[in-house]
């Protein structure tokens, strides 16, 4: 296990990064052009309104106030009241969180389980028309858009053969397994060729290093070669790539969350956008930047976990 | 005179040797044959386009694919395969212009805080980590959210966000290419600082950049079409892959090629620029690296 020390200077280099994302969010909000209150407010309000609306929102105050208050009710989870949903944001959002979490679980078990065994076959039998076949259908699957591979999927699958289900969520895990297949695969799709890639290149690299040879030479089974040397070293490279790719694969189940109708927060941010309810945008964006910076945390920690080497620096 | 002419012709005889190692290689060649022919459709969409992409057939609503209209008819009986045309105009355009400014600000701002060093590529590094703690995507259209749908404003979203990854590239290459003796002597023979960037480090640095830029157009034609396909890049009537997919979503029972013929336009493209930037990394990778 990594030492308590790293997980402590792992946890302290966030707040300054963390620090920037929330300036960064104040003031995509605050210093574009377009005045929030009129955006906020009825067509016909009056300027006494307006006023009262910049009121309530604090735009009335110096920004270093306004950031400090915003800093202030962020670290205390008050983000405000969504104009378009009339209700707490930190409410709405943690209402759609779960389900937007459970497709991007699922999508990575999806894709973990589409790429690991292709790359192994693809990799012990480099450049031949398997692996060519192998790399072919999964540049095809880098060249679509998550959207696109979605209404494929949609169309073939729910609409003509009617296999599955067109969109919605179910109640019970397994009801939710079988309602969000296809959102997850669309965007399992796109990620496990982002893996295939590299996992491919790194099988590659470590079949043929000198201590899988070694181990070889030493007559161990195979199978022990594979486990212990082989699939470890793989897995190092794979975690790291999916950690990295996590903001591709929110971005992913934005999108997907569209296609296929499904309450996360994904879709939600969309309403959000065209309703220019901008507590809501705000509260949603600090969402998925904190998703992100923790499964960077995450990433961090497995990947000293299981490759020593990283713990040192 | 002769100095020039004979400094220029080893040079011309490399990138021949280059051109002729690369157009050795099938994939290159089928990518080179995909861009050539999108950009040829982009240019002259009026040429190759069998039917006007706005005039409406009331006769010929949602028609399937057919000798007369290969990719079908939508729901006003607009020819589907001359908007799928046409949109190669925008989206190529998307390509370019979701990119070039990304790589012009990135390369400045990554030469100069990877020359210099210090507190500005402290302050770069912090910066680079908060932004790429949002989702691409999130964050883009954040942004767009901000400014308003629209092409412009997607490009300068765009943009905003996608400098960092060319800054970030280009400090690491300008770094590495400053441990080298050449630019120690650039600066004994008094070179001003600019000199030795431009003229020395960014040459020898450029290449894994316009790799890059190869692959991100690719992907900004995908990100391009999503926003469209979201409702927050091109606006319709404008026909953009993304939007004319997104024309078709409510038909794609009744009319599934409203939808999935735009989408071959977008695959195809983001193949031929994958295949070339591949290709290239390809040949350009140093040896035994």
Not at chain 1, 129 to 144: E, K, T
Not at chain 2, 123 to 132: L, N, P, S, Y
């Given at each position: 296990m990594p030492s308590l020390s790293y997980l402590v200077a792992r946890l302290l280099q966030i707040i300054p990064t963390f620090l920037l994302v929330m300036i960064f969010i104040f003031l995509l909000v605050r210093l574009l052009p377009g005045d929030p209150a009129i955006a906020m407010a009825e067509a016909k309000a009056t300027d006494a309104q307006l006023e009262q609306i910049r009121h309530n929102l604090g735009l009335d105050q110096p920004l270093p106030v306004q950031f400090l208050v915003f800093v202030k009710n962020t670290l205390?989870?008050?983000?405000?009241?969504?104009?378009?949903?009339?209700?707490?944001?930190?409410?709405?959002?943690?209402?759609?969180?779960?389900t937007t979490i459970f497709l991007a679980l699922y999508s990575v078990v999806l894709a973990i389980f589409l790429a690991g065994p292709l790359a192994f076959l693809a990799a012990s039998r480099v450049n031949t028309p398997v692996d060519v076949a192998i790399r072919g259908v999964f540049q095809l699957g880098l060249s679509m858009p998550v959207f696109y591979i979605g209404l494929l999927l949609l169309t073939v699958l729910a609409a003509q053969l009617r296999w599955f289900p067109v969109g919605g969520?179910?109640?019970?895990?397994?009801?939710?397994?079988?309602?969000?297949?296809?959102?997850?695969?669309?965007?399992?799709?796109?990620?496990?060729?982002?893996?295939?890639?590299?996992?491919?290149?790194?099988?590659?690299?470590?079949?043929?290093?000198?201590?899988?040879?070694?181990?070889?030479?030493?007559?161990?089974?195979?199978?022990?070669?594979?486990?212990?040397?082989?699939?470890?070293?793989?897995?190092?490279?794979?975690?790291?790539?999916?950690?990295?790719?996590?903001?591709?694969?929110?971005?992913?189940?934005?999108?997907?969350?569209?296609?296929?109708?499904?309450?996360?927060?994904g879709r939600l941010m969309l309403e959000a956008i065209f309703a220019r309810d901008y507590p809501l945008i705000q509260g949603l964006t600090l969402t998925f930047a904190v998703l992100v910076s923790v499964v960077f945390l995450l990433t961090d920690v497995v990947q000293s976990w299981l490759d020593p080497r990283l713990r040192q620096s | 005179m002769t100095a020039l002419t004979q400094s220029h012709s080893p040079t011309r005889g490399r990138i021949a040797a280059f051109l002729a190692r690369a157009f050795s290689r099938p994939s290159f060649v089928v990518g080179v044959?995909?861009?050539?022919?999108?950009?040829?459709?982009?240019?002259?969409?009026?040429?190759?386009?069998?039917?006007?992409?706005?005039?409406?057939?009331?006769?010929?609503?949602?028609?399937?694919p057919s000798l007369a209209h290969p990719f079908g008819t939508d729901n006003f009986g607009r020819d589907v395969l001359s908007r799928v045309i046409w949109a190669y105009r925008v989206d190529m355009q998307m390509a370019f212009f979701a990119t070039i400014f990304a790589l012009l600000i990135g390369i400045t701002v990554g030469a100069f805080v990877g020359y210099y060093g210090g507190i500005a590529d402290v302050i770069f590094g912090r910066c680079v980590d908060a932004i790429i703690t949002f989702p691409f995507l999130v964050l883009v259209i954040a942004i767009v959210a901000v400014l308003g749908p629209g092409l412009v404003n997607m490009y300068v979203a765009i943009t905003a966000v996608n400098?960092?990854?060319?800054?970030?590239?280009?400090?690491?290459?300008?770094?590495?290419?400053?441990?080298?003796?050449?630019?120690?002597?650039?600066?004994?023979?008094?070179?001003?600082?600019?000199?030795?960037?431009?003229?020395?480090?960014?040459?020898?640095?450029?290449?894994?950049?316009?790799?890059?830029?190869?692959?991100?157009?690719?992907?900004?034609?995908?990100?391009?079409?999503?926003?469209?396909?979201?409702?927050?890049?091109?606006?319709?009537?404008?026909?953009?892959?993304g939007v004319l997919i997104a024309e078709g979503r409510n038909f794609l029972m009744t009319a599934w090629w409203m939808s999935l013929m735009p989408g071959i336009a977008i695959v195809l493209t983001g193949l031929g620029f994958s295949l070339v930037g591949d290709a290239l990394a390809d040949l350009l990778r140093p040896k035994g690296r």
């Amino acid at each position: 296990m990594p030492s308590l020390s790293y997980l402590v200077a792992r946890l302290l280099q966030i707040i300054p990064t963390f620090l920037l994302v929330m300036i960064f969010i104040f003031l995509l909000v605050r210093l574009l052009p377009g005045d929030p209150a009129i955006a906020m407010a009825e067509a016909k309000a009056t300027d006494a309104q307006l006023e009262q609306i910049r009121h309530n929102l604090g735009l009335d105050q110096p920004l270093p106030v306004q950031f400090l208050v915003f800093v202030k009710n962020t670290l205390t989870g008050e983000l405000g009241r969504s104009i378009m949903l009339k209700a707490p944001v930190t409410e709405i959002i943690l209402a759609r969180l779960p389900t937007t979490i459970f497709l991007a679980l699922y999508s990575v078990v999806l894709a973990i389980f589409l790429a690991g065994p292709l790359a192994f076959l693809a990799a012990s039998r480099v450049n031949t028309p398997v692996d060519v076949a192998i790399r072919g259908v999964f540049q095809l699957g880098l060249s679509m858009p998550v959207f696109y591979i979605g209404l494929l999927l949609l169309t073939v699958l729910a609409a003509q053969l009617r296999w599955f289900p067109v969109g919605g969520y179910g109640k019970t895990f397994l009801a939710n397994l079988y309602h969000l297949i296809l959102p997850a695969l669309s965007v399992a799709l796109y990620t496990s060729a982002i893996i295939l890639r590299n996992l491919r290149a790194s099988l590659i690299e470590v079949l043929d290093a000198d201590y899988v040879q070694f181990a070889r030479a030493k007559g161990l089974s195979p199978r022990i070669i594979m486990t212990r040397h082989v699939l470890r070293n793989a897995l190092v490279s794979t975690v790291t790539l999916l950690g990295l790719s996590i903001g591709n694969l929110m971005s992913g189940t934005l999108v997907t969350e569209t296609v296929f109708a499904i309450p996360g927060v994904g879709r939600l941010m969309l309403e959000a956008i065209f309703a220019r309810d901008y507590p809501l945008i705000q509260g949603l964006t600090l969402t998925f930047a904190v998703l992100v910076s923790v499964v960077f945390l995450l990433t961090d920690v497995v990947q000293s976990w299981l490759d020593p080497r990283l713990r040192q620096s | 005179m002769t100095a020039l002419t004979q400094s220029h012709s080893p040079t011309r005889g490399r990138i021949a040797a280059f051109l002729a190692r690369a157009f050795s290689r099938p994939s290159f060649v089928v990518g080179v044959v995909i861009l050539g022919l999108s950009l040829s459709l982009a240019l002259f969409p009026q040429v190759f386009a069998p039917y006007d992409p706005l005039a409406f057939d009331l006769q010929a609503i949602q028609q399937r694919p057919s000798l007369a209209h290969p990719f079908g008819t939508d729901n006003f009986g607009r020819d589907v395969l001359s908007r799928v045309i046409w949109a190669y105009r925008v989206d190529m355009q998307m390509a370019f212009f979701a990119t070039i400014f990304a790589l012009l600000i990135g390369i400045t701002v990554g030469a100069f805080v990877g020359y210099y060093g210090g507190i500005a590529d402290v302050i770069f590094g912090r910066c680079v980590d908060a932004i790429i703690t949002f989702p691409f995507l999130v964050l883009v259209i954040a942004i767009v959210a901000v400014l308003g749908p629209g092409l412009v404003n997607m490009y300068v979203a765009i943009t905003a966000v996608n400098w960092v990854y060319y800054a970030r590239l280009t400090r690491a290459e300008i770094m590495a290419q400053k441990a080298n003796d050449y630019a120690a002597a650039g600066l004994v023979l008094g070179y001003s600082d600019r000199r030795i960037i431009f003229r020395h480090l960014l040459p020898n640095a450029i290449s894994p950049i316009l790799v890059y830029w190869m692959t991100d157009m690719a992907l900004a034609i995908l990100l391009g079409s999503s926003l469209g396909y979201l409702g927050l890049g091109a606006q319709p009537p404008a026909a953009e892959w993304g939007v004319l997919i997104a024309e078709g979503r409510n038909f794609l029972m009744t009319a599934w090629w409203m939808s999935l013929m735009p989408g071959i336009a977008i695959v195809l493209t983001g193949l031929g620029f994958s295949l070339v930037g591949d290709a290239l990394a390809d040949l350009l990778r140093p040896k035994g690296r």
